[in-house]
Nanobody, 126 residues
Framework: QVQLVESGGGSVQAGGSLRLSCVTS?????????LAWFRQAPGKEREGVAAIDRGGTTNYADSVKGRFTISKDSAKNGLLLQMNSLNPEDTASYYCAASVWSCTDGMLPSDRVTHWGQGTQVTVSS
């Protein structure tokens, strides 16, 4: 059974930082061709934030470039998202995702996600 469990969310003031972690179990090599973070704000569609492929190549949504960093946590077979210079527009539930399919143009389309985490809330106040 595959599980993805996020942690690290919370409340922070604008300009602050948070580090999200996603610990996985049962996620075999074939099931993590592309790993990614998504977010969903109230009333908005879920959007891809960042992705990393099997070779370690990363890609980011324009809205977070230069502020967020995605990386693999090899010790926990997981995924990290370092978020700096947070602003209120970053407020959302953040989800870890994995796919048996390779990243597409560097990102992971939501309809190609094969495994989702349950999400962790990030709230940024001004």
């Amino acid at each position: 059974q595959v599980q993805l469990v996020e942690s690290g969310g919370g409340s922070v003031q604008a300009g602050g930082s948070l580090r999200l972690s996603c610990v996985t179990s049962g996620l075999t090599f074939s099931r993590r061709a592309c790993l990614a973070w998504f977010r969903q704000a109230p009333g908005k569609e879920r959007e891809g934030v960042a992705a990393i492929d099997r070779g370690g190549t990363t890609n980011y949504a324009d809205s977070v470039k230069g502020r967020f960093t995605i990386s693999k946590d090899s010790a926990k077979n997981g995924l990290l998202l370092q978020m700096n210079s947070l602003n209120p527009e970053d407020t959302a539930s953040y989800y870890c995702a994995a796919s048996v399919w390779s990243c597409t143009d560097g990102m992971l389309p939501s309809d190609r996600v094969t495994h989702w985490g349950q999400g962790t809330q990030v709230t940024v106040s001004s």
